[in-house]
């Protein structure tokens, strides 16, 4: 890849390892409840054991903590892959492709994320599709103009 078009997939991969960098700082934080309903929705979300079936047994904030993993699982893999794969020296083709399967499961990640969160997941999904959609167009220009 040239480096115009590298710039922004090197952007994009930093921003999915500082995404998930940050978002692994949220296990270290331990809200304390404000007010009396709060402490009564986080006693019940730590204690309160859903039945899931076949003996499966967990609460709100076990839920709440694999899909907070699996999120920073999923930024941690695709920035190291995308990195792996860019110091590889791949063909234009399939980079473009690499960078257009990213574009589209992070255009999901941001779409879910705009509904179901708050703001700062918000941002740094949308800046990841962006970046991820400018390095795709470039790419393209570059295969055009081979």
């Given amino acids: 890849m040239t480096k115009t078009h590298s710039f922004w997939l090197k952007t994009a991969i930093a921003l999915q390892i500082v995404t998930g960098i940050f978002h692994l700082l949220s296990f270290i934080n331990n809200p304390e409840p404000k007010n009396e309903s709060e402490k009564q929705l986080f006693d019940l979300m730590t204690n309160y054991k859903f039945d899931l079936g076949s003996g499966f047994h967990r609460s709100m904030e076990d839920l709440m903590n694999s899909f907070s993993i699996a999120f920073t699982l999923f930024l941690f893999f695709s920035g190291i892959l ?32 705009s509904i179901l969160t ?27 103009n081979d």
Wanted: hydrophobic share 60%.
């Fill in 118 to 144: 708050f703001l700062p997941p918000i941002i740094c999904t949308g800046l990841i599709v962006v970046m991820l959609l400018i390095a795709y167009l470039r790419t393209n220009t570059a295969i055009a």
């Fill in 82 to 113: 995308n990195l792996f794969l860019l110091r590889n020296d791949l063909p234009q083709k399939t980079m473009k492709g690499v960078i257009m399967i990213n574009f589209f499961a992070y255009l999901i990640c941001f779409i879910a994320m």
